[in-house]
């Protein structure tokens, strides 16, 4: 005869069983949760982006770019007038000679150069020196002239340049639109350009003024 159960025993036995049930319930949830979680990442992984969608975030991206790049000559240029005034408050009271009152006045022709674009709060024979390194590699420079304010001394914001040969202008002229010291040229003829007649809106002394109106009153004046 087999042993008799107790009614504490059989129980005990049932309540096991139903412990197993419910263990192995919560494993089959636990595998739904994993498996769900898979099938969601594989979802965002196979996202595919419309081309249409690509090609205006690049379209947005370059516009973006160039305006800030745009930004960024303006804001230089603030920077740039505001050093110029600083400049011209301190050396209001100084004394400064003529603009054309150096050997570089002389000397525009049909074959100049033309440069404006660079720094110009920096001072005059600086400019001239960065202006004679950058434009060395269409063969060597022969004359650079950065008119200025006698009054004040501060330089006008253009230049002309001579280079040695005269062949080589073309190469200057490709530089036209590249940077020197963060800043964008403008190079040009000079013959083509209202400056190499006269400069507009100047102040200087008396013999600036006269020189100014015309290139040939240079020599009248001395």
Request: aromatic residues 8%; hydrophobic residues 30%; glycine residues 6%.
């Amino acid at each position: 005869m087999g042993k008799k159960e107790l009614p504490g025993e059989k129980r005990k036995k049932s309540k096991s069983t139903t412990d197993f049930q419910e263990l192995g319930d919560d494993d089959d949830m636990l595998a739904l949760k994993k498996q769900k979680a898979k099938s969601q990442e594989k979802d965002e992984d196979e996202i595919i982006v419309p081309k249409n969608d690509i090609k205006e975030m690049t379209k947005s991206i370059k516009e973006l770019s160039e305006a800030m790049k745009i930004l960024q000559e303006v804001l230089l240029t603030k920077v740039d007038l505001l050093e110029v005034s600083l400049k011209k408050e301190i050396t209001k009271n100084e004394k400064f000679l003529c603009c054309f009152d150096c050997e570089e006045a002389k000397g525009n022709n049909s074959k100049t150069i033309f440069v404006k674009g660079f720094n110009n709060a920096k001072p005059r024979d600086e400019i001239k020196h960065e202006l004679r390194n950058f434009f060395r590699s269409c063969g060597g420079v022969k004359r650079v002239f950065v008119p200025t304010e006698c009054k004040t001394g501060v330089p006008l914001g253009f230049a002309f340049l001579d280079l040695i040969n005269e062949e080589d202008n073309d190469k200057a002229l490709d530089l036209n639109g590249s940077y020197m010291g963060g800043r964008k040229l403008k190079v040009k003829m000079a013959k083509h350009r209202d400056e190499f007649h006269g400069f507009p809106d100047f102040g200087g002394c008396d013999r600036c003024l006269w020189t100014n109106n015309s290139p040939s009153n240079y020599m009248s004046w001395n």
